[in-house]
């Protein structure tokens, strides 16, 4: 079905908006959250007088990493600070998502222009690089240094690339003494950590976001029905019910963001449009075919053609 936002009320536009925006904290989100926001604090009461105890974040793709760090980012915008002398902005917390670029000037480049800084000449030196970040991070009141992606700098690269990648990492711990979450994949980062002790002992806390699966079904229920709370309707659609649990478990292949981008938002999306009370389990299968490549006869979603003791037999990502 396509939609013309046009038609759409002030109330229905609003929902929209709600569904867009709709973030869950599961009690692995609420434990990382909770981990940046103390060492955050405890960098600020120590005036970044010493090294903090930085935190990696590391899992598969899809499975709510980003999610978490970009609602922190979220909650300590930009702003403008006043003061006798003069005014400036303030970015609490930087975020960056590195490109996929293992040149080792490219990471530096990224995390000045996350700051707003100028294009800076070719000829520059990583340590000019650097130098130019620690005075422009100083500047701008930045007190968290979230590096997304971090994989980018260094996948697929040789043992040097990896050095490279870890030196300069170091580097922003060592000049800035500012907290740094890296988010990446778990591979590379543990790779990372095996090569290099340095960055090892400076990242003490570490969090594994990972797929949900049969193991943890009892979270999945907890996810559905925290979803189900949030979603902006007179009645609830009722997505922890064992049966539709199991069929958006399987079809989401337990990851985070397919349930989310995939399957529960656009079909929100429809039932706001169609002005149903709740999500239906139509608007679900729906949505599912437009956004994941899962033939009818094989979609957990797909109540009429896919019986549930089908999917029994079925592991997570088995559909296809």
């Not at 988010?183 to 340095?198: N, Q």
């Not at 139509?282 to 006869?297: I, M, R, T, V, Y």
Request: with cysteine; hydrophobic share 35%.
């Amino acid at each position: 079905m396509n939609f013309d936002l046009t038609e759409l009320d002030k109330e229905q536009t609003e929902r929209l908006l709600e569904v867009s925006n709709l973030t869950v904290f599961t009690e692995r989100f609420s434990d990382i959250y909770k981990a940046i926001k103390n060492q955050h604090s405890l960098s600020v009461l120590n005036n970044f007088k010493s090294r903090a105890n930085n935190i990696m974040i590391y899992g598969p793709s899809g499975a709510g990493k980003s999610t978490i760090v970009e609602y922190y980012r979220d909650k300590y915008p930009e702003r403008e600070i006043e003061t006798e002398d003069k005014s400036f902005s303030s970015k609490p917390v930087l975020y960056v998502s590195l490109p996929n670029d293992k040149n080792p000037k490219a990471a530096p480049r990224a995390i000045l222009h996350s700051l707003g800084a100028p294009p800076r000449r070719s000829t520059e030196s990583a340590s000019e690089l650097n130098a130019a970040f620690k005075d422009l991070a100083e500047k701008t009141g930045v007190e968290v240094i979230i590096i997304d992606e971090w994989h980018n700098a260094f996948k697929g690269g040789t043992k040097n690339d990896i050095v490279r990648a870890a030196t300069w990492v170091k580097t922003v711990i060592n000049d800035t003494k500012r907290l740094v979450v890296l988010v990446g994949l778990e591979d590379e980062c543990k790779t990372l950590l095996d090569m290099d002790p340095e960055v090892e002992t400076r990242f003490p806390r570490r969090f594994k976001v990972d797929f949900y699966d049969e193991n943890s079904f009892s979270q999945w229920l907890a996810l559905l029905d925290s979803i189900d709370e949030k979603l902006p309707f007179s009645k609830r659609s009722n997505l922890a019910d064992q049966e539709l649990a199991v069929r958006l478990l399987i079809a989401a292949e337990g990851r985070l963001s397919y349930l989310m981008e995939r399957i529960i938002q656009p079909a929100a999306y429809t039932a706001i449009f169609e002005d149903t009370d709740y999500v239906t389990i139509e608007q679900l299968f729906e949505a599912s075919q437009k956004h994941l490549e899962l033939p009818d006869n094989k979609n957990p979603l797909n109540l009429a053609s896919v019986p549930l003791e089908s999917l029994k037999k079925l592991k997570i990502g088995q559909t296809k």
